[in-house]
Each structure stands twice: as structure tokens, then as C-alpha cells.
């Protein structure tokens, strides 16, 4: 940034003008708007400014610039359309303390006069460094188009207001308050006239007190594998109710559609490899949505308390006093298990079950593997796709029996769940051939029931 915006105080100050003519007018006309003391120097005179000094808009000196003239000035434009003499006039002026601009030759100026929208009080500069004075008008008319011509009399109106809305909290909820004012209701009550923004202000207020006593809540709610039917009652009663449903990438559309209809669904996916939207700004995002007064559910795969991040963000809603619930779902688990006729646990064979995860944020998760190793134990595998390799070689380095069973079980509770029954020896490269596209969880130690029916029936004929 080469010039620096700043909104320079020019009430009562001077500022001098040097020349008389097109140039000179042009820049007169956006002087005039300021209250300062403009004085105009030049030998000869444009009628136009000649009836503006007659009007008492400006002081006029008929004669060429002569040291002295810019005397406590603020500001000094040279707009003699002479190169010559505006750098005369520019030399006098800078000698005697004022800021210099010299119209159409930026080099030599002091500063520049942006591009303005003018919705006084409200005035918007555009600059462009004189890189693009084209770019600069397109800006200009594109905001001349968007804000409305009514904004100023708002901003003057509202401005007498601010000590009332000192009811409101200060930061978001004020902030909400204007942007209602200035983008909705004050526009529509000044098309009345605007002896009816004051009432108008005044409802909006009461408006946003009432929905300031509203205080949001999150629900952090299991959404279950993906079958509707595996969800809680608590957890339909909740979508029931939501005002805005914030969700995983597993979180099927199935159940997405049982969120009440004027739900805002918002897809807080996040992608197990690629561009994902970040913990915190999901964190952020449920809170910003409470605090807006909002029930908010926070929808999460399988059960919210297996792998799902879940501390994070009930730490971002106590920090932010919000009031939450946890609602439990069916992990990927407990339905998969189901759905090969096994146990998570059975007498005689496991008395514990792991949930592990082949992942955590620092890359391949490390777990007790010896202990794991040992005949008969059962590990349910979150996450663990891309990490089947590193497992397999651990467990099986650890003195993990080769033969001991492993079950994939992919898209769990869907219409197009996949078993795949296969052994530690063969995890790799059956993982990969099976061509996993769909959430999959693994199982180790356990084989779906019937393929361990057969398997016993083939030992008994062998
Ligand atoms: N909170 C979730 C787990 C989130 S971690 C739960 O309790 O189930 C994401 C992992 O869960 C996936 O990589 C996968 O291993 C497993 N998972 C979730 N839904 C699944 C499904 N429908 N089928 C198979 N695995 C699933």
C-alpha cells in the first residue's frame, strides 16, 4: 500500500485551490461538500466559481499564486492544467506546510482524492494507487447501486438511536441489530417518510431484546451408521426440533431428511485426505449458530462419543456458556457386529474389546500390539483403510497368529453394506482389492458367523 486512507478533519481549516478553470471546478464540486474554507487563486476565472464565491461557498483571489497564499492550509490542489506553473504554485505550497496534490500527475503529488460514494455521514473512498481509474469507477457505481440513497439520513437517524441500543450486548448482537436497520427495516420505513424510522427503530429493538432472551442450545447427537431405523428416539425428537442441523460427511441424506423442513442443513464435512473444513472453524460455527438464539443440532456418524472429535467442541461451547446435551447413537460397532451375528465380547474368549483407530491427527495410530497379539482378543478398527498395512505388520510382528480372523464389513447398516471375511495373514492386499470406496470398519478377531459355521464344518470334514 503506497497511500495510506485516512478521513482527514477539515471543518474550519483552509484549503487552497490554484486555477480557475474545467480541472479546477471538477475538484471544487467535492470540496464544497466538506466544511472547509476553500479559497480559490487564479488570474483568470471560470464564471461558475465566480457564482459559487457570490453564494459565500468560496473566497476567490484574482492573480496568480504568490508566496503566502497557502498559509495554514490543510490542503493544496494545483489544477492550472500548466504543468510549469503547477509546479511553481506546488513548491510555494509545500514550503508553507500544506499537502500537496497536483491534479492528473500522481508522481508529484502529496496524496490523491479517491473515487467517493457519498452517503454522508457514510462516505466510502475507493483508491487504486491511479493503477486502475476504470476499476475504480466500476466499484463506485456498483456500491452507488447497492447502498441506498436513503443511507445517510439513516446513519444520522440511527446515530441518535445508539444509546438506546446499549440494551443489547455489545459485539455480534449489536451488530445483527444495524445490519436490520440499515438493510431492511430502515429502508422500508423511510419509503413512508422519515418521521417513521424512529417507530420503526424502536419495534426492531424491541425485536431483538425478545430474541436475545431466547437462548440457543446444541444438541451433539448420534446419527447411528446410516440406517434411519438405528436412530434414537432422542435423537428423531431432536432433529424434530432443530433449527439448524450441522452435520459429518457420513451422515446419510436418508436421515438429513427427517431434519424438521425450514432446518438451515449445514455440511460440516470433513473429508478423510482432502480439503476439509477445519475443527475450529466447525467449533466456531456451532457456537456462532447457538449464540444467534438457535437450536442446533450437531449431527455426528455412529455414536458422538467414539472418534468423533467431540471434546473439542463441547470445550468451545462451555467457554462460550452454551447449554448442550450429548446424545448417544449406535457406533459403527455395535451395528457392524450385528450384522455378522457376532459378540463384542462372548465368555471364554474375550472378556475386553478395543475400539482402536488406524488413524490420529499425527498419522498412523500406535496401540498396545502385544497385548493385542494374544489368542482370542477382539479389536474393532475405526479409520483404518489406509493404515491396514502398518496394522497387519505390527500384529503379526507382535506374534499375532496369522490365521486369526478378520472381518471388513463397509458401508455398515446401508443398502450396500459388503462383508468381507478374510485373515490377518491376507488383511493385505484383501483390503485394497476389495476396492473399499464406503466408510468400513475391521474387525479383528472375529469372522462373520456363518463363514465360521463353514469353517468348522470343513475342519470336520478334513
Ligand atoms: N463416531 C463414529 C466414528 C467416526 S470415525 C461411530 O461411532 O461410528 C469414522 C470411522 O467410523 C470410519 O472411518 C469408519 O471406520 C467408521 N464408520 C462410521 N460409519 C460407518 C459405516 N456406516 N460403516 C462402516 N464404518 C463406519
Not at 56 to 63: N, P
Not at 67 to 84: M, Q, R, T
Not at 426 to 440: H, S
Request: aromatic residues 4%.
Amino acid at each position: 500500500m503506497q497511500h495510506f486512507p485516512i478521513f482527514l478533519a477539515v471543518a474550519g481549516r483552509r484549503i487552497v485551490l490554484s486555477g480557475g478553470g474545467d480541472a479546477a471546478m471538477a475538484k471544487l464540486r467535492l470540496l464544497m461538500k466538506t466544511e472547509a474554507h476553500l479559497t480559490v487563486i487564479a488570474s483568470e476565472i471560470a464564471p461558475d466559481i465566480r457564482k459559487w464565491a457570490a453564494q459565500g461557498k468560496l473566497q476567490i483571489i484574482e492573480r496568480a499564486m504568490e508566496p503566502g497564499d497557502a498559509l495554514c492550509a490543510a490542503l493544496f490542489y494545483a489544477a492550472n492544467e500548466d504543468d510549469a506553473e503547477d509546479a511553481r504554485v506546488s513548491a510555494i505550497a509545500n514550503a508553507e506546510g500544506a499537502l500537496v496534490n497536483i491534479i492528473d500527475n500522481l508522481a508529484d503529488s502529496q496524496f490523491i482524492t479517491p473515487a467517493i460514494v457519498d452517503r454522508d455521514p457514510v462516505t466510502v473512498a475507493i483508491g487504486t494507487e491511479g493503477a486502475a481509474p476504470v476499476l475504480a469507477r466500476a466499484i463506485k457505481a456498483d456500491l452507488e447501486e447497492r447502498l441506498p440513497p436513503s443511507l445517510g439520513v439513516l446513519a444520522r437517524i440511527g446515530k441518535t438511536f445508539r444509546h438506546a441500543v446499549e440494551v443489547l450486548p455489545m459485539g455480534r448482537k449489536r451488530r445483527d441489530f444495524w445490519s436490520a436497520f440499515y438493510f431492511g427495516k430502515g429502508p422500508q420505513a423511510i419509503e413512508e417518510g422519515e418521521d417513521a424510522v424512529i417507530p420503526a427503530l424502536e419495534t426492531l429493538l424491541d425485536d431483538h431484546i425478545m430474541a436475545e432472551a431466547k437462548e440457543g442450545h446444541v444438541d451433539l447427537v448420534g446419527a447411528g451408521p446410516g440406517d434411519p431405523e438405528l436412530l434414537t428416539l432422542k435423537a428423531r425428537n431432536a432433529l424434530d426440533k432443530a433449527d439448524v442441523v450441522i452435520h459429518d460427511r457420513l451422515v446419510t441424506g436418508e436421515i438429513l431428511e427427517l431434519a424438521r423442513r425450514e432446518a438451515i442443513i449445514i455440511d460440516a464435512g470433513k473429508t478423510g485426505f482432502g480439503p476439509s473444513m477445519k475443527q475450529e472453524d466447525i467449533d466456531a460455527l456451532i457456537v456462532q449458530h447457538a449464540q444467534d438464539g438457535h437450536h442446533v443440532v450437531r449431527l455426528k456418524a455412529g455414536d458422538p462419543t467414539v472418534f468423533g472429535r467431540l471434546d473439542e467442541e463441547i470445550e468451545a461451547l462451555e467457554a462460550a456458556d452454551i447449554s448442550y446435551r450429548i446424545v448417544p447413537g449406535i457406533t459403527a460397532a455395535s451395528a457392524a457386529v450385528a450384522n455378522i451375528g457376532q459378540s463384542l465380547t462372548k465368555r471364554q474368549r474375550n472378556s475386553s474389546v478395543r475400539l482402536i483407530t488406524g488413524h490420529d491427527t499425527k498419522g498412523y495410530a500406535d496401540h498396545d500390539w502385544r497385548a493385542l497379539a494374544q489368542p482370542g482378543e477382539v479389536a474393532a478398527i475405526y479409520m483404518g483403510k489406509k493404515s491396514a498395512r502398518f496394522i497387519q505388520g505390527r500384529l503379526l510382528m507382535h506374534g499375532a497368529d496369522p490365521h486369526t480372523p478378520l472381518t471388513i464389513i463397509e458401508n455398515v447398516s446401508r443398502p450396500d453394506q459388503r462383508i468381507v471375511a478374510t485373515t490377518l495373514a491376507e488383511m493385505e492386499p484383501t483390503m485394497t482389492n476389495a476396492g473399499l470406496t464406503g466408510p468400513a470398519i475391521t474387525f479383528y478377531g472375529l469372522a462373520p458367523r456363518d463363514a465360521q459355521a463353514n469353517a468348522l464344518k470343513l475342519k470336520e470334514f478334513a
